[in-house]
């Protein structure tokens, strides 16, 4: 179950979930909170004839219900792990750049922690964790020592079998947002003073004044370009600024 609040949700789009949510469980069963919630955006985006208030409606991010509550297949990774981010391995061209990577983030962590507690972080405990869904282990029974020690930064998510592989290979940002975050809908931000709105309507950026966006751990891509530069692409969880996407 997760139950954190979703920030950015408006009046509308709840209300929506709320009324479309348990029809799109029944018709699509086994598919978890993220792909229901997508389904349900899809229908508003569909129906999405009338324009958002210029001020936005009371917050009600607090109402409970199956769209907030319900499980995830990927909470694992995500929403149920300790770490603040996820790093997505999305090319698997160069074990050796991967492993290069990865050492260069467990050194700045390394030094991240030991800045933060004055050194005194042990350095067992700052090893990234690099585990898959099917490989994520419990351990709940560690000893209250362990619970004492730094959180981790990041999560790897770098899958061993060819079939994972395959289904993280060259994804987009996008996609990976919508594995790894939830679907929300909020007032777009207004455009800056003598700015039209877009004429297309793209509901990343404007949508008759609406704007996609997704909730959830931030999330970092290791594509291509990694394997060369070593660095890991953050991915937009919004558009802050008019006219900029999700």
Request: hydrophobic share 30%.
């Amino acid at each position: 179950m997760w139950s954190t609040s979703m920030e950015g949700e408006n009046q509308q789009f709840a209300s929506f979930l709320i009324q479309r949510f348990p029809e799109v469980k029944e018709r699509h069963p086994g598919e978890g909170r993220r792909r229901w919630r997508l389904r349900v955006a899809q229908q508003f985006w569909q129906q999405c004839s009338y324009t958002a208030p210029i001020i936005p409606l009371p917050d009600v991010s607090s109402m409970s219900g199956d769209h907030v509550d319900d499980s995830d297949p990927l909470d694992c990774i995500s929403t149920e792990r300790p770490e603040l981010g996820l790093v997505v391995r999305t090319d698997f061209a160069n074990e050796d750049a991967w492993a290069s990577f990865c050492s260069r983030l467990e050194e700045g962590e390394r030094e991240f922690v030991e800045c933060a507690t004055g050194g005194q972080a042990a350095n067992d405990n700052l090893q990234p964790t690099d585990q898959t869904p099917e490989h994520t282990e419990d351990h709940t029974d560690e000893s209250d020592d362990d619970d004492e020690s730094p959180p981790k930064i990041f999560y790897l998510i770098n899958p061993s079998g060819a079939k994972q592989r395959a289904s993280l290979s060259n994804i987009s940002n996008l996609t990976a947002l919508r594995l790894l975050n939830d679907v929300d809908v909020r007032p777009a931000p207004s455009p800056p003073q003598g700015t039209k709105r877009i004429r297309v309507q793209n509901r990343l950026v404007d949508f008759n004044g609406w704007q996609e966006i997704y909730v959830g751990k931030q999330v970092w891509i290791y594509d291509s370009k990694s394997n060369l530069d070593q660095c890991a692409r953050l991915v937009s969880q919004s558009g802050n600024m008019y006219g900029t996407a999700t």
